[in-house]
């Protein structure tokens, strides 16, 4: 019988993180404190996230040893498997060996927890009694209450309003985790309060929830902020998926042509791809794609240049591929791709033509997510459902091409809790949202006195 | 660093199923036709079932094979990993070992895939086109539904009322897979229009809904009816996971002293423990205990005699504990142990004192699953966390005596799409539903005129 599934044993679990920083072939631009424009110095970030957080955030290190405590945790769910997608490769009839690595075995059901653990216990060591967070579709708000819970911290929500109205259940699973959970724009915070003035109907996003959360954390010392994506030390956690992937990789006997990630803020990706990006440095032939909604193209239509992290201008100004830190997106079901940013790591390994971008319908995506789930069984969270549109364009372009090819898809999480989501596509109410370009146009206008980075590119 | 799970590599999932049948200390009585109450032959059973499955339910080999196709399937979850749940057990400081056996990581999240694969199998090559099922909570509706995929098979789902309306979710998964799912009672039946007239709010039972099921496949040739639980190939098929268990913990160096399951239909609580049943039988000090409602006391309450395995008295009798074939539980959360009935080879090893059974109230079962959530990180189907609830007593009864002890707990599923039902928790609008003896007594007088079994017992 063919083997479906590669699972290592929880002995060949990695012991560090890969870090890329020191790697990269052009080093990164480092952010800037919003009020001066001056580089960010360690003691600016203090105020948000711990010691530890922000050493791993700078730290040149290629290599960073996980820690017992969280070593012990990622046993909950890690080493996640790595499958052969046998099912969808019989049914589109092509030539390519397609794998997937299901990071939708944590208890969250995402990859998130790889850094939710990681910072919820560098958080606890460090004094932290409560972490403020921000989340779009509630993978990562989720994955945050269930680290905080095993650690013993106190966790508070922001959730941006259109997934906490059309997502009850992640709210639930947070509370079922000890956690707190509140829509943004709240009325809770300054930052909230100035939305709600302008538009109390606004469906929120990303960048005004962090805003909230961020405001709330520097209210008391005792509190910390902790972001999800985007940042170079959430970046270095989510590698041990990557990590693990490779020794799977080697035990199937193939080596990806072509990696496929969806594309938010960037975790994701960056988690499964980065100790392959490496290899790629190296003179390895890959293909690298990130899969973002036509909805919310960051990649494929923003500039590369310093924008702010969130809606009201708290954070450092980021070099990163951005529409605009007000860009409003559409409501697409993928919220957890409705961010207006995307990680400077990601941002500059496109601008160093390491990873090519491609945005995709949110019609295509469901269907694509279907299919997946009628011959591969699992159902897709509406994010990763991206990465498989895509996975299946490639698939069937190397059926055209009559050539074998090595796909590896990061299947980033279930959608259990997002069934919401296929009820409307299957009875027709979704829809294929457009962007109109002088939206972004003006979004982006607000960039201008803004620095730029020396790579700045429109 | 120790090891939180033990997973065993693809090559060790088992090729044969354990069938307990032979070896049962006082041989099985077998079920009786409903209109001449002898007992049915395999003839009797080609309408509802196909010869493969109908053989199976009678075999009295102690091994039976599992198809090459049957194991690819089994692949894309199996072998399901075995937790130390170690968390748990720091909290509760305990000096009891806990093991659960993850059932939650198929596609359906739950044990039910184990059956409803193989049956999808069976009828897929005996030429079935349509598979017609009921289901309780919707773990079985939805299981089937995937199964059916993978095969090609149609699917339609009779959904207890009350399940359909709180779990819209399990609904919409079914749909994501293909099949099809309507509200029992229905108006599409005999079955479902005699319970609407009688209440049209009917809450419905999983009685009413499998003879909607049964009616429906027995009407067209090219139909069959599939049952989630109670019949003996469904036990058969179950036993994958206690076989998979016995390696496991060998592995883990201990023997379980303690087997503890949630008992609805009985199947999650057969396939862990049946194996384990067979030492047992051969001189092993096991405790199994099966865990049920306070408010569905089938095996608490009920007597152990004939009855009909639905409401409108279409299916064999069956020698069975049972609270009556027109028993209408209360509308608990955990739907999925709300059968009238319970499985023959698990009542015939309670009356054989090879089983017990006890039955806890729905808030301390909520509770147990919030501690557990908070400390090992799943959040559990409500059915589980009735297993969970008498787990937690052991622990701590092992903790009061100083006593070590080695418990296995089957961990039946995940609640992820049963979030609502945590949410009524949480916000404290969940009740301990009592039972009426009064109601069972007249439930269980439409009894008097049926067969009684040797062992009948009140």
Redesign the interface.
């Known amino acids: ?5 590669i ?1 290592l ?2 002995t060949e679990l990695p012991r560090q993180w890969y870090n890329i920083l020191p790697e990269l072939p052009t080093p990164m631009e480092p952010p800037l404190h919003p009020a001066t424009g001056e580089p960010v110095s360690p003691d600016d970030l203090l105020p948000i996230f711990p010691m530890p957080l922000i050493e791993q955030e700078m730290t040149q290190d290629t290599y960073v040893d996980i820690p ?1 405590e969280v ?2 945790k990622y ?3 890690r080493p996640t498997p790595l499958y052969r997608a046998r ?1 969808l490769e019989a049914w589109l009839d092509t030539p390519a060996r397609i794998y997937y690595k299901n990071e939708g ?1 944590s ?1 969250a ?1 995402s990859h998130k927890p790889n850094t939710a653990v990681a910072q919820a216990y560098y958080n606890k060591i460090s004094g932290t009694k409560r972490l403020y967070t921000e989340t779009g579709a509630g993978q990562w708000g989720s994955a945050l209450s ?1 680290s905080c ?2 650690f013993g911290l106190e966790c508070k929500v922001f959730m941006v309003r259109v997934s906490y109205d059309h997502k ?2 992640r709210r ?2 947070m ?4 956690g707190t959970c509140v829509a943004s724009p709240s009325n809770e915070t300054n930052a909230g309060r100035s939305i709600l003035e302008k538009d109390p109907d606004s469906p929120g996003s990303l960048g005004v929830a962090i805003s909230e959360a961020v405001e709330s954390a520097v209210a008391d010392e005792n509190n910390k902020y902790s972001l999800g994506s985007v940042l170079n030390h959430v970046m270095l956690h989510q590698t041990i998926n990557g990590l693990e992937c490779k020794k799977q990789m080697e035990i199937a006997g193939d080596y990806p042509d072509v990696i496929i990630g969806c594309a938010g803020g960037g975790s994701n990706l960056a988690g499964n791809c980065l100790p392959f990006v490496r290899d790629k440095i190296n003179g390895k032939d890959i293909d690298i794609i990130a899969v973002e909604p036509a909805a919310c193209p960051t990649l494929t239509k923003g500039p590369f240049t310093y924008d702010f992290g969130d809606a009201v201008k708290m954070t450092p100004l980021l070099p990163m591929y951005t529409l605009g830190h007000n860009f409003m997106p559409k409501p697409l079901h993928a919220g957890g791709l409705r961010y207006h940013g995307m990680a400077p790591i990601i941002s500059q390994l496109i601008v160093s033509g390491l990873i090519r971008s491609v945005s995709v319908h949110q019609l295509e995506t469901f269907k694509a997510g ?1 299919a997946f ?7 897709s969270a509406p994010e990763t459902n991206h990465a498989i549109a895509v996975t299946i364009q490639e698939a069937l372009k190397a059926k055209e091409e009559g050539k074998e090819k090595v796909i590896l898809m990061n299947w980033s999480g279930h959608g ?2 997002d ?2 989501a ?2 409307a596509y ?1 009875a027709g109410e979704l829809s294929d949202y457009t962007i109109d370009d002088e939206e972004i146009k003006k979004s982006l206008a607000e960039l201008e006195d803004l620095p730029k980075p020396r790579q700045y590119r429109v």
Chains 1, 2 share one sequence.
């Open positions: 019988m063919n083997i479906k599934k699972v044993p929880e017992d070593l012990e046993l909950i769910w099912g075995v208890p059901g269930f819970a095993l009850p259940y639930i699973m509370e079922t985790w000890g279907i789930a009628r011959t591969e069984g699992f159902i259990l809790v069934m919401m296929y009820e299957l």
